[in-house]
């Protein structure tokens, strides 16, 4: 069973930045795939960042250019670096995990249904 711990969120104005963490217990070293999701208060959870065992990423347009997703394969961490974050990203996070990895069509499309283990969440605020 795979376990996952988020940490790092909180609160920074506007342009600021906040680096996320999720620490994975449990987890199989190959062929999967782990991503950060995000659901503001009243609207439907989004996948925001998305990597996989092999190296392949994806993020939604709305983040390009400003967050960065990584993995420490070792020590099976997950990272999101937040970089000019905006209001429109507050949001309770969320950590995610794909066991059986995903087709580029699927890795693209970044579908919560996708993934079958979540992590409690790690809220973010950002002030304007």
């Known amino acids: 069973q795979v376990q996952l711990v988020e940490s790092g969120g909180g609160s920074v104005h506007a342009g600021g930045s906040l680096r996320l963490s999720c620490a994975a217990f449990g987890y199989p070293a190959t062929n999967n795939c782990m991503g950060w999701f995000r659901q503001p208060p009243g609207k439907e959870r989004e996948g925001v960042a998305v990597?996989?065992?092999?190296?392949?990423?994806s993020y939604a347009d709305s983040v390009k250019g400003r967050f960065i997703i990584s993995l420490y394969n070792a020590k099976k961490v997950l990272y999101l670096q937040m970089n000019s974050l905006k209001p429109e990203d507050s949001a309770m996070h969320y950590c995610a995990f794909s066991r059986d990895g995903l087709l580029l069509s699927r890795l693209l499309l970044r579908m919560p249904e996708d993934f079958d283990h979540w992590g409690q969440g790690t809220q973010v605020a950002v002030s304007s």
């Open positions: 990597i996989c065992s092999d190296g392949r990423t």
